[in-house]
């Protein structure tokens, strides 16, 4: 039987919390160190935090706020936005992190990818899957915030997740972000069905 996990997602955009409505227009919603210390309270299992606009303006993670973020967190941290190269890691691991989310080079960069994995172990690597559905009803990976599609469906892409070696796959479906619609149960069925590493 699986244990339940609670994995709150905060997404950064600056220095500060923001809320999208499928992936478009961010809205301030607060600190994340406020943030950090209701999650702390609630004894939640994980953190993730995703920096929405690193990749997408080629800015390189803000150790800054990572380090301040994980003296703050009780609880294991994750975090991915604008990592494309395996010595990034090095100093985000540093700042205190104990997860690294990569997203973009799973098909920019794959052999950062497995690079990462050899260095760091596949338990602290982290595959972040955005999708989309089509008007025809297609699902489709996109990289770069959700703005260029891959061509690949979200089982192909969790396939080559798995075959770069991480340990953990993280879906994110677009359609649904900010929408408190719940799950997209189907796809995130179909894809635990076809990797064998962990699905969150």
């Not at 879906?171 to 990797?195: E, F, H, K, M, P």
Request: one cysteine or more; aromatic letters at 4%.
């Amino acid at each position: 039987m699986h244990r339940h996990r609670v994995i709150p997602t905060l997404l950064l955009r600056g220095r500060g919390l923001v809320k999208t409505h499928r992936f478009k227009d961010p809205k301030y919603v607060g600190d994340p160190i406020n943030a950090i210390r209701i999650f702390n309270e609630k004894e939640v299992d994980e953190l993730i935090f995703l920096d929405i606009e690193a990749t997408r303006a080629g800015r390189a993670p803000d150790l800054e706020i990572l380090s301040d973020i994980a003296a703050e967190c009780f609880m294991p941290l994750c975090y991915g936005g604008g990592v494309n190269r395996p010595g990034m890691i090095d100093a985000i691991l540093r700042a205190g992190v104990e997860k690294v989310a990569m997203n973009s080079a799973l098909f920019e960069n794959p052999s950062a990818v497995s690079q990462a994995v050899r260095d760091h172990a596949s338990s602290t690597i982290v595959a972040s899957i955005d999708y989309r559905r089509s008007m025809l009803g297609r699902t489709q990976v996109y990289v770069r915030g959700g703005s260029v599609a891959t061509g690949k469906s979200p089982v192909e892409a969790a396939k080559v997740a798995e075959g770069l070696g991480v340990g953990e796959i993280m879906l994110n479906c677009i359609d649904r972000d900010g929408t408190l619609q719940g799950y997209d149960l189907a796809t995130l069925r179909a894809v635990s069905d076809a990797v064998s590493v962990p699905v969150i």
